[in-house]
């Protein structure tokens, strides 16, 4: 069975919001190699709205393996407003999002990916689809934006790995509890 597995950037003060004005300076090398290591045993992507359309403004802007695995693979898009994904290999898929996850989950193939914590994310968090949470923890107080969690149930997490990346980021990978 796939996994489900979700990679966010986060801050010291748990800002999830618009990474793309704090990151900078953050995503070195090594970074960008275990990024890349994480899309290339992924063989499709899920995405909210905001994620999709912030990579898709963005596509074909580089020439790296990264830009070249992110515009190639297979990309499912949660939205019930999107209108059209027109970037390559995109599909939307419009309601039952835990049940569809779900159902891709099924399937052959490798895992599935997705970026940030929005309302995707803690849907699939609150109906126990959700199989690895990544969290990117940056060296640096935001000040303000949208926050990793929303209010919601409990949900207990196991430490299964930790990986310290150059400019101090570390990446801890959780599991959420089968009980």
Known sequence: MRKVIESTLVSLDGVIGDPITWINGYFGKQAQEVALAQLLVSDAMLMGRHTYEMFAATSGAGTSAYSAR????RKYVFSSTLERADWN???????????????LKQE?????VFYGHGPLGQTLLEHHVLDELRLWIHPLLVGSGTLLFRQSEKTTLKLVATKTLEQGVVVLTYQPDAA
Do not use: K
């Open 70 to 73: 992110m515009t190639s693979i």
């Open 89 to 103: 290999n995109s599909v939307i898929i419009r309601s039952n999002v835990a049940n569809a996850v779900s159902r």
């Open 108 to 112: 052959d193939g490798q895992d599935l």
